[in-house]
Protein backbone atom coordinates (compact mmCIF):
# COMPACT_ATOMS: atom_id res chain seq x y z
CA UNK A 1 0.00 0.00 0.00
CA UNK A 2 1.24 3.35 -1.03
CA UNK A 3 1.84 6.25 1.42
CA UNK A 4 -1.29 8.33 -0.34
CA UNK A 5 -3.56 5.03 0.34
CA UNK A 6 -2.39 4.96 3.98
CA UNK A 7 -3.82 8.53 4.04
CA UNK A 8 -6.89 7.90 2.44
CA UNK A 9 -7.39 4.41 4.68
CA UNK A 10 -6.93 6.42 7.59
CA UNK A 11 -9.09 9.40 6.73
CA UNK A 12 -11.74 7.53 5.22
CA UNK A 13 -13.60 10.60 3.59
CA UNK A 14 -14.33 12.18 0.37
CA UNK A 15 -14.20 15.61 1.94
CA UNK A 16 -12.06 17.09 5.81
CA UNK A 17 -12.73 19.84 7.42
CA UNK A 18 -10.26 23.12 7.75
CA UNK A 19 -10.54 26.95 9.47
CA UNK A 20 -10.34 29.37 6.80
CA UNK A 21 -8.09 32.52 6.69
CA UNK A 22 -7.23 35.12 4.14
CA UNK A 23 -3.92 35.67 3.29
CA UNK A 24 -3.35 38.81 0.26
CA UNK A 25 -5.13 38.01 -2.35
CA UNK A 26 -6.17 34.38 -1.52
CA UNK A 27 -7.26 32.07 1.34
CA UNK A 28 -6.19 28.89 2.95
CA UNK A 29 -7.16 26.33 5.45
CA UNK A 30 -5.30 24.86 8.59
CA UNK A 31 -6.23 23.07 11.28
CA UNK A 32 -7.46 20.28 9.42
CA UNK A 33 -9.63 17.73 10.62
CA UNK A 34 -11.24 14.74 9.59
CA UNK A 35 -15.31 13.86 9.27
CA UNK A 36 -15.46 13.26 13.64
CA UNK A 37 -13.32 16.86 14.03
CA UNK A 38 -10.06 14.98 15.28
CA UNK A 39 -6.86 16.18 14.15
CA UNK A 40 -5.65 15.10 10.94
CA UNK A 41 -1.79 13.39 11.99
CA UNK A 42 0.75 12.71 9.88
CA UNK A 43 2.72 9.09 10.13
CA UNK A 44 4.38 10.15 13.17
CA UNK A 45 1.29 10.48 15.42
CA UNK A 46 1.51 14.71 15.27
CA UNK A 47 -1.02 16.99 14.23
CA UNK A 48 -0.48 18.26 10.55
CA UNK A 49 0.47 21.99 10.32
CA UNK A 50 0.27 22.40 6.44
CA UNK A 51 -2.04 25.05 4.71
CA UNK A 52 -4.22 24.64 1.85
CA UNK A 53 -4.25 27.45 -0.15
CA UNK A 54 -7.49 28.14 -1.92
CA UNK A 55 -7.81 31.47 -4.87
CA UNK A 56 -10.85 32.62 -2.77
CA UNK A 57 -11.14 35.63 -0.16
CA UNK A 58 -14.80 35.56 0.43
CA UNK A 59 -15.35 33.25 3.04
CA UNK A 60 -16.01 33.86 6.72
CA UNK A 61 -11.93 34.26 8.64
CA UNK A 62 -11.70 31.51 11.30
CA UNK A 63 -14.73 29.73 10.27
CA UNK A 64 -14.85 26.17 10.04
CA UNK A 65 -15.69 24.42 6.02
CA UNK A 66 -16.02 21.06 4.59
CA UNK A 67 -14.13 20.79 1.37
CA UNK A 68 -13.05 17.62 -1.06
CA UNK A 69 -9.18 16.81 -0.81
CA UNK A 70 -6.59 15.21 -2.50
CA UNK A 71 -2.83 14.33 -2.01
CA UNK A 72 -0.23 15.64 -4.10
CA UNK A 73 3.54 14.47 -3.75
CA UNK A 74 5.23 11.04 -4.21
CA UNK A 75 6.66 10.26 -0.55
CA UNK A 76 6.11 10.26 2.66
CA UNK A 77 8.49 13.54 3.13
CA UNK A 78 6.98 15.02 0.04
CA UNK A 79 3.14 15.49 -0.40
CA UNK A 80 0.81 18.06 0.59
CA UNK A 81 -3.06 18.39 0.79
CA UNK A 82 -4.87 19.91 -1.80
CA UNK A 83 -8.83 20.94 -2.10
CA UNK A 84 -10.55 19.88 -4.73
CA UNK A 85 -13.66 22.29 -4.58
CA UNK A 86 -17.19 21.94 -3.19
CA UNK A 87 -16.61 24.54 -0.02
CA UNK A 88 -19.83 24.56 2.12
CA UNK A 89 -20.28 25.08 5.67
CA UNK A 90 -19.93 22.08 8.37
CA UNK A 91 -22.85 20.25 9.11
CA UNK A 92 -22.43 19.76 12.73
CA UNK A 93 -25.37 17.34 13.48
CA UNK A 94 -23.70 15.24 10.98
CA UNK A 95 -20.27 15.53 12.42
CA UNK A 96 -21.37 14.42 15.76
CA UNK A 97 -23.22 11.62 13.97
CA UNK A 98 -19.92 10.70 12.60
CA UNK A 99 -18.34 10.99 15.91
CA UNK A 100 -21.31 9.17 17.90
CA UNK A 101 -20.95 5.95 15.24
CA UNK A 102 -17.17 5.46 15.82
CA UNK A 103 -17.42 5.54 19.40
CA UNK A 104 -20.75 3.19 19.10
CA UNK A 105 -18.84 1.14 17.24
CA UNK A 106 -16.25 -0.02 19.44
CA UNK A 107 -15.91 -3.36 20.28
CA UNK A 108 -14.03 -6.38 22.74
CA UNK A 109 -10.84 -4.67 23.95
CA UNK A 110 -11.25 -1.20 22.42
CA UNK A 111 -14.59 -1.19 24.34
CA UNK A 112 -13.30 -2.65 27.37
CA UNK A 113 -10.02 -0.88 27.37
CA UNK A 114 -12.23 3.12 26.68
CA UNK A 115 -14.56 2.03 29.74
CA UNK A 116 -11.46 1.81 32.33
CA UNK A 117 -9.44 4.70 31.07
CA UNK A 118 -12.88 6.72 32.01
CA UNK A 119 -13.37 4.91 35.14
CA UNK A 120 -9.81 6.74 35.82
CA UNK A 121 -10.55 9.62 34.41
CA UNK A 122 -13.73 9.74 36.72
CA UNK A 123 -11.47 8.80 39.41
CA UNK A 124 -8.99 12.12 38.58
CA UNK A 125 -11.50 14.76 37.96
CA UNK A 126 -13.55 14.25 41.09
CA UNK A 127 -11.52 16.29 43.54
CA UNK A 128 -13.76 18.11 45.64
CA UNK A 129 -17.79 18.27 45.50
CA UNK A 130 -17.07 21.41 43.74
CA UNK A 131 -14.93 20.87 41.49
CA UNK A 132 -17.45 20.49 38.06
CA UNK A 133 -18.74 24.18 38.97
CA UNK A 134 -15.47 25.50 38.84
CA UNK A 135 -14.98 23.49 35.78
CA UNK A 136 -17.92 25.35 34.02
CA UNK A 137 -16.98 28.79 35.25
CA UNK A 138 -13.59 27.95 33.60
CA UNK A 139 -14.59 27.65 30.86
CA UNK A 140 -16.99 30.76 30.51
CA UNK A 141 -13.66 32.01 31.99
CA UNK A 142 -11.30 31.06 29.26
CA UNK A 143 -13.27 32.48 26.18
CA UNK A 144 -14.64 35.86 26.51
CA UNK A 145 -16.04 37.65 23.53
CA UNK A 146 -13.63 40.25 22.52
CA UNK A 147 -14.57 43.58 20.62
CA UNK A 148 -13.49 45.07 17.72
CA UNK A 149 -10.12 46.29 19.01
CA UNK A 150 -9.36 42.80 20.36
CA UNK A 151 -10.08 43.51 24.02
CA UNK A 152 -11.80 41.32 25.95
CA UNK A 153 -15.65 41.77 27.15
CA UNK A 154 -16.52 40.84 30.61
CA UNK A 155 -18.47 37.48 30.88
CA UNK A 156 -21.90 37.14 32.52
CA UNK A 157 -22.81 33.83 33.89
CA UNK A 158 -25.98 32.77 35.24
CA UNK A 159 -26.75 29.90 37.25
CA UNK A 160 -30.80 28.37 36.96
CA UNK A 161 -31.35 25.62 39.53
CA UNK A 162 -34.86 23.78 38.83
CA UNK A 163 -36.72 20.37 39.84
CA UNK A 164 -34.23 18.80 38.06
CA UNK A 165 -31.55 20.36 36.34
CA UNK A 166 -28.62 22.70 37.32
CA UNK A 167 -28.67 25.51 34.37
CA UNK A 168 -25.05 27.35 33.35
CA UNK A 169 -25.67 29.94 30.59
CA UNK A 170 -23.42 32.71 29.57
CA UNK A 171 -22.16 35.47 27.51
CA UNK A 172 -19.01 34.61 26.71
CA UNK A 173 -17.53 33.47 23.31
CA UNK A 174 -20.13 30.87 21.58
CA UNK A 175 -18.30 26.87 21.26
CA UNK A 176 -17.02 26.49 17.76
CA UNK A 177 -16.07 22.90 16.00
CA UNK A 178 -12.62 22.84 18.01
CA UNK A 179 -14.21 23.59 21.38
CA UNK A 180 -16.66 20.69 20.51
CA UNK A 181 -13.90 18.22 19.66
CA UNK A 182 -12.18 19.31 22.43
CA UNK A 183 -15.20 18.31 25.16
CA UNK A 184 -15.83 14.73 23.03
CA UNK A 185 -12.25 13.83 24.15
CA UNK A 186 -9.29 14.26 26.50
CA UNK A 187 -5.99 15.83 26.00
CA UNK A 188 -6.95 17.59 22.91
CA UNK A 189 -4.62 20.43 23.61
CA UNK A 190 -7.17 22.97 22.40
CA UNK A 191 -5.71 25.40 24.57
CA UNK A 192 -2.48 24.66 24.79
CA UNK A 193 -1.27 27.44 22.82
CA UNK A 194 -3.24 29.83 25.15
CA UNK A 195 -1.25 31.37 28.42
CA UNK A 196 -4.13 32.37 30.03
CA UNK A 197 -6.59 29.94 29.83
CA UNK A 198 -6.93 27.96 33.30
CA UNK A 199 -9.09 25.48 32.63
CA UNK A 200 -9.33 22.08 29.81
CA UNK A 201 -12.28 21.77 27.76
CA UNK A 202 -11.23 17.82 27.51
CA UNK A 203 -10.32 16.82 31.27
CA UNK A 204 -11.89 19.39 33.75
CA UNK A 205 -14.95 18.85 31.65
CA UNK A 206 -15.33 15.51 32.56
CA UNK A 207 -15.91 16.35 35.95
CA UNK A 208 -19.57 17.27 34.74
CA UNK A 209 -20.17 13.29 34.35
CA UNK A 210 -19.30 12.78 38.20
CA UNK A 211 -22.75 13.11 39.18
CA UNK A 212 -25.18 13.81 36.18
CA UNK A 213 -26.14 11.57 33.47
CA UNK A 214 -27.39 13.67 31.23
CA UNK A 215 -25.60 17.12 29.86
CA UNK A 216 -26.96 19.19 27.08
CA UNK A 217 -25.36 21.79 25.67
CA UNK A 218 -26.84 24.45 23.18
CA UNK A 219 -23.92 27.37 21.77
CA UNK A 220 -22.79 28.18 18.36
CA UNK A 221 -25.50 26.44 16.27
CA UNK A 222 -24.61 23.37 17.90
CA UNK A 223 -26.84 21.09 19.92
CA UNK A 224 -26.23 18.09 21.70
CA UNK A 225 -26.37 16.04 24.72
CA UNK A 226 -24.50 13.51 26.51
CA UNK A 227 -27.03 10.63 27.75
CA UNK A 228 -25.87 8.30 30.13
CA UNK A 229 -29.53 6.05 29.98
CA UNK A 230 -29.23 6.72 25.84
CA UNK A 231 -26.06 5.17 25.38
CA UNK A 232 -26.31 2.49 28.49
CA UNK A 233 -29.80 0.94 27.61
CA UNK A 234 -30.86 -2.76 29.40
CA UNK A 235 -29.37 -5.33 27.68
CA UNK A 236 -26.56 -3.88 26.27
CA UNK A 237 -23.04 -3.67 26.97
CA UNK A 238 -21.57 -1.15 28.68
CA UNK A 239 -20.02 2.16 26.86
CA UNK A 240 -18.21 5.21 27.55
CA UNK A 241 -20.84 7.89 27.22
CA UNK A 242 -18.66 10.98 28.07
CA UNK A 243 -17.48 10.71 24.90
CA UNK A 244 -20.77 10.08 22.60
CA UNK A 245 -21.86 13.48 21.41
CA UNK A 246 -25.63 12.63 20.62
CA UNK A 247 -27.02 15.30 18.05
CA UNK A 248 -29.95 17.07 19.63
CA UNK A 249 -32.69 19.67 18.64
CA UNK A 250 -34.44 21.54 20.85
CA UNK A 251 -37.69 19.65 19.70
CA UNK A 252 -36.11 16.56 21.34
CA UNK A 253 -35.43 17.86 24.96
CA UNK A 254 -38.21 18.05 28.14
CA UNK A 255 -40.56 21.11 28.84
CA UNK A 256 -38.16 21.93 31.76
CA UNK A 257 -34.94 22.46 29.43
CA UNK A 258 -37.29 23.99 27.20
CA UNK A 259 -38.47 26.86 29.64
CA UNK A 260 -35.67 27.69 30.99
CA UNK A 261 -33.79 28.02 27.79
CA UNK A 262 -36.91 30.60 25.77
CA UNK A 263 -36.54 32.66 29.24
CA UNK A 264 -32.58 33.40 28.68
CA UNK A 265 -31.38 36.93 28.07
CA UNK A 266 -30.52 38.02 24.35
CA UNK A 267 -26.46 37.91 23.89
CA UNK A 268 -26.61 34.48 26.42
CA UNK A 269 -24.07 32.49 23.99
CA UNK A 270 -23.58 29.29 25.85
CA UNK A 271 -26.42 27.12 27.37
CA UNK A 272 -25.76 23.72 29.45
CA UNK A 273 -28.27 21.71 31.58
CA UNK A 274 -27.65 18.80 33.85
CA UNK A 275 -29.21 16.54 34.90
CA UNK A 276 -28.68 15.16 38.37
CA UNK A 277 -28.22 11.03 38.88
CA UNK A 278 -30.04 11.66 42.10
CA UNK A 279 -31.66 15.27 42.98
CA UNK A 280 -30.83 18.72 42.03
CA UNK A 281 -31.12 20.08 45.60
CA UNK A 282 -27.67 18.09 45.48
CA UNK A 283 -25.99 21.05 43.67
CA UNK A 284 -27.06 23.81 45.96
CA UNK A 285 -24.10 23.23 48.97
CA UNK A 286 -22.00 23.09 45.54
CA UNK A 287 -22.88 26.47 44.46
CA UNK A 288 -23.15 28.22 47.59
CA UNK A 289 -19.04 27.11 48.53
CA UNK A 290 -18.30 28.47 45.00
CA UNK A 291 -19.95 31.63 45.56
CA UNK A 292 -18.95 32.32 48.92
CA UNK A 293 -15.67 31.74 48.35
CA UNK A 294 -13.52 34.80 47.15
CA UNK A 295 -10.00 32.65 46.96
CA UNK A 296 -11.85 30.30 44.43
CA UNK A 297 -13.36 33.54 42.36
CA UNK A 298 -10.05 35.61 41.94
CA UNK A 299 -9.01 32.51 39.50
CA UNK A 300 -11.67 33.22 36.84
CA UNK A 301 -11.01 37.38 36.28
CA UNK A 302 -12.35 37.17 32.78
CA UNK A 303 -16.56 36.54 34.62
CA UNK A 304 -17.74 40.15 35.88
CA UNK A 305 -21.05 39.39 36.65
CA UNK A 306 -22.31 35.64 38.41
CA UNK A 307 -25.96 35.07 39.36
CA UNK A 308 -28.22 32.71 41.02
Known amino acids: ?50 KIYIPRTDLTENEFYEFDWSIEGDSEANYSFVCTGNIREVDKSQMLQVRLDEKKGQRGTIRKD ?7 INREVTGAPHTYIYELLQNSNDYPRKDINNNKIPVEVKFILTENYLFLVHSGAPFNLKNIAAICTVNEGEKRDNTE ?17 YVFLSSGGWNLRFDEKEINKPGGYKRNWQYMPIPTSMDEVDDEIKS ?3 SIPSGMNVFFALRHIRDARENEPNLEKVFSDDQILVFIPHVDHLML
Open 260 to 262: VFN
Open 114 to 120: ANQNQEM
Open 197 to 213: TIGYKGMGFKSVFVNND
Open 1 to 50: MSFIDNIKEEIQSTYIIGTFHREGSRGYFDDLRGTAGERIEDFDGKPIEA
